[in-house]
């Protein structure tokens, strides 16, 4: 499934969220939920640095949705991401009945720049939104963008070490 022209816009502002939490100190990641209509309906950024490892704008939209819309307004919806959902975020994003996810960067991507920047691998394995949730259509990466997110993830672990 290919990221059209038009739906590039959403995920400037991921990433612009995500840099949002790189200068709150937090990590940088950031998602925008966007109706069937093209509105955006609730974004947000990374705030793990609070030390609620489970705070990421995924699961935060994904709950929101869950609150907010109705079963067939999830369904039509398209979640925008700076980063592919991790499997806590893709497990929630499917239990509530969202439908499409955009990410820019992969989590192939992320791991393999995170290895070389040395980060110690987290507690949860890196797998693919397919694997977790195969029913949801997934768009990505976008590599005209990709290089700003791995640029502050870059940024991110550099300032840590
Ligand atoms: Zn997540």
């Known amino acids: 499934m290919v990221v059209?022209?038009?739906?590039?816009p959403y995920l400037r502002r991921c990433?612009?969220?995500?840099?949002e939490a790189l200068e709150s100190g937090d990590e940088p990641f950031?998602?925008?939920?966007?109706d069937g209509d093209g509105t955006v309906l609730a974004e947000d950024?990374?705030?793990?640095?609070?030390?609620d490892r489970t705070r990421h704008p995924e699961f935060e939209l994904a709950r929101w949705a869950a609150a907010h819309m109705s079963p067939a307004e999830r369904a039509a919806a398209t979640v925008y991401t700076s980063g592919e959902h991790c499997p806590m975020c893709a497990a929630a994003h499917a239990w509530v009945g969202l439908g499409r996810i955009v990410?820019?960067?992969?989590?192939?991507?992320?791991?393999?720049?995170l290895s070389?920047?040395?980060?110690?691998?987290?507690?949860?394995?890196?797998?693919?939104?397919?694997?977790?949730?195969?029913?949801?259509?997934?768009?990505g990466p976008v590599p005209r963008l990709a290089d700003e997110?791995?640029?502050l993830h870059r940024r991110f672990h550099r300032g840590r070490g």
Do not use: C, F, M
């Open 4 to 8: 059209k022209d038009d739906e590039l």
């Open 15 to 19: 990433v612009e969220l995500a840099a």
């Open 30 to 34: 950031g998602s925008v939920l966007v």
């Open 45 to 51: 950024h990374n705030r793990v640095a609070s030390g």
């Open 103 to 113: 990410y820019v960067a992969s989590s192939e991507q992320l791991a393999s720049w």
């Open 116 to 139: 070389e920047l040395g980060v110690p691998a987290p507690p949860v394995r890196t797998l693919p939104v397919r694997e977790i949730a195969p029913g949801v259509a997934v768009a």
């Open 149 to 151: 997110v791995r640029e």
